[in-house]
C-alpha cells in the first residue's frame, strides 16, 4: 500500500501539472472547453465543461498506475468519457501512448492540428513530477491492489478553474470561489465493501511562487484500514469544546431549509459558502469548517472519495444525510451504482451527504434537520 500511495501522489502531482500548464496557455486553453451532454451532463450546473485537461489528466493517472498495478486497471473509474470531439467533427479517443511523441501526435488530432499545444501537453503528460516526500516507508496496510478499485475526479469544480479567479488564500480561512478550488482527487476503495480506505488530494493552485510567479501546488494524503489510520493533517488533540456552535460550509445553491436550519447551530459568521464539493469536504479536513452538508443528490463518487477516506483517518467521516439517523450513521460507500440510473447518475451520491470531523456534530446536524427534508 505505501507503493500505491507513493504512485498516486506522484501522479497527482503529474496532474496538476498538466492542470497547470492548460492555464498557462491562454489559446490552448480555449480549445479546450467542451460542453457535457446528454446522460453525463451534470444537472447541478447549467453549463458544465468538460475539458480536455479533464480527459488527459484522468488518463494520465489511469495510465501510471496500469502500468505499475495491472491487475488494478479494470477498476479504474473516472468522470470523464475519453472521447473527445474536434473542430472537424472527428471523434478521438484519448490515451497516453508509448512515447511523447505518439501522445503528441495523437493529442494533435484532438487540437485540430495544434502541434505546438499537443507537444506541450505531452511533455507534460511524460514528464517526471518532482519527488513528493509524505514519509509512507513505514506505512503497511494488509490489502492487496488485487482487491482494490479507484475514483479518478481529474478536475473537481470545473467551472472555477475555466474561470480561473485567482483569490488570494489567507491562512486559516475558506476560499469560497476562485482556482483554489480546482483538486485533482484520486480515492481508492474496498471493492469487497465499498469503503474508501487510500485518498489523495493535490492542489493544483495553492500559492503563488514569490520568485517566479508562477502557480505551485499542496498535497493532502490519507489511509484509513482496519486499525492504520495515517493523515498528512493531523488530527485535533481535543474534541470540540463544551458549547462552541457549530461551523458550517455548504453551496450557495442549497435549500433555505438547510441554510435556517443550520443558521440556528452555527455562529452567525459560520456559516460559510464555497464551491466544488471536493473542497468543501477538504476545508473539513483542515478544520476551517465542522461539517459540510448537501441537501441533493448533486455530488458523485469521484468527488468523494478521496477526500472520505481522509477524513475517516481523523476519525470522522461522509454519512449518507437521507437515510442516516442519530442512533445510525450510514457511511457513503463507492462500489455500486444505482441501477435505475443512466450516465453519471448511476454513480451519484443520491441521499445527499454530510462531511464531519466529530460524530458529535454529525449527529447534532442530522436531529437538526431530521423531518425537514
Known amino acids: 500500500m505505501a507503493d500505491l500511495l507513493r504512485l498516486l501522489l506522484r501522479v497527482a502531482e503529474k496532474a496538476a501539472d498538466v492542470a497547470r500548464v492548460c492555464r498557462q496557455e491562454a ?24 475539458t480536455l485537461a479533464d480527459v488527459v489528466i ?51 488530432a484532438v487540437l485540430d492540428g495544434d502541434r505546438t499545444a499537443a507537444a506541450l501537453l505531452a511533455r507534460a503528460i511524460h514528464q517526471d513530477p518532482a519527488t513528493i516526500d509524505a514519509h509512507t516507508d513505514g506505512l503497511s496496510v494488509p490489502l492487496s491492489p488485487s482487491e482494490l478499485g479507484i475514483w479518478i475526479d481529474p478536475i473537481d469544480a470545473t467551472s472555477q478553474y475555466i474561470e ?53 501546488g ?38 433555505q431549509v ?17 464551491s466544488g464539493a471536493g473542497y468543501k469536504i477538504l476545508c473539513v479536513i483542515q478544520g476551517l469548517a465542522d461539517v459540510y452538508v448537501l441537501s441533493e443528490g448533486s455530488t458523485y ?28 450513521q450510514v457511511e457513503l460507500t463507492y462500489h455500486q451504482p444505482y441501477a435505475q440510473g443512466k450516465g453519471a447518475e448511476r454513480w451519484a451520491n443520491r441521499g445527499g451527504l454530510v462531511a464531519y470531523r466529530d460524530c458529535s456534530q454529525l449527529c447534532s446536524v442530522i436531529g437538526a434537520l431530521r423531518g425537514k427534508l
Not at 489559446?27 to 468538460?50: A, H, I, M
Not at 505499475?68 to 474536434?86: A, L, T, Y
Not at 495515517?230 to 462552541?244: I, N
Open 258 to 274: 438547510v441554510k435556517e436550519t443550520l443558521t440556528s447551530l452555527c455562529s452567525p459568521d459560520k456559516l460559510m459558502y464555497a
Open 58 to 108: 484522468q488518463e494520465v493517472i489511469r495510465h501510471d498506475v496500469g502500468a505499475q498495478f495491472p491487475e488494478m486497471v479494470d477498476f479504474i473509474h473516472g468522470e470523464e468519457s475519453n472521447k473527445f470531439e474536434n473542430g472537424l467533427g472527428e471523434s478521438v479517443t484519448v490515451t497516453v501512448c508509448g512515447t511523447e511523441d505518439e501522445t503528441a501526435a495523437l493529442l494533435a
Open 218 to 255: 499542496k498535497h493532502f494524503w490519507g489511509v484509513s484500514f482496519g486499525d492504520v489510520n495515517v493523515c498528512s493533517v493531523s488530527r485535533p488533540k481535543d474534541g470540540p469544546a463544551a458549547g462552541r456552535r457549530l461551523s458550517a460550509v455548504l453551496s450557495s445553491s442549497e435549500k
Open 164 to 216: 480561473g479567479r485567482e483569490e488570494v488564500l489567507e491562512e486559516g480561512q475558506l476560499s469560497p470561489s476562485g482556482l483554489h478550488c480546482a483538486l485533482v482527487l484520486i480515492g481508492v476503495y474496498l471493492r469487497s465493501t465499498g469503503e474508501p480506505v487510500m485518498g489523495v488530494i493535490n492542489q493544483p493552485f495553492n500559492h503563488k511562487d514569490p520568485a517566479g510567479g508562477g502557480w505551485r
Open 301 to 328: 463518487k469521484w468527488d468523494s472519495c478521496a477526500p472520505h477516506a481522509l477524513l475517516r483517518a481523523l476519525g470522522g467521516g461522509v454519512a449518507d444525510l437521507k437515510t442516516s439517523s442519530q442512533d445510525q
Open 27 to 50: 489559446p490552448l486553453f480555449q480549445l479546450l472547453v467542451q460542453e457535457k451532454t446528454g446522460d453525463d451532463k451534470n444537472k447541478k450546473f447549467v453549463q458544465d465543461f468538460k
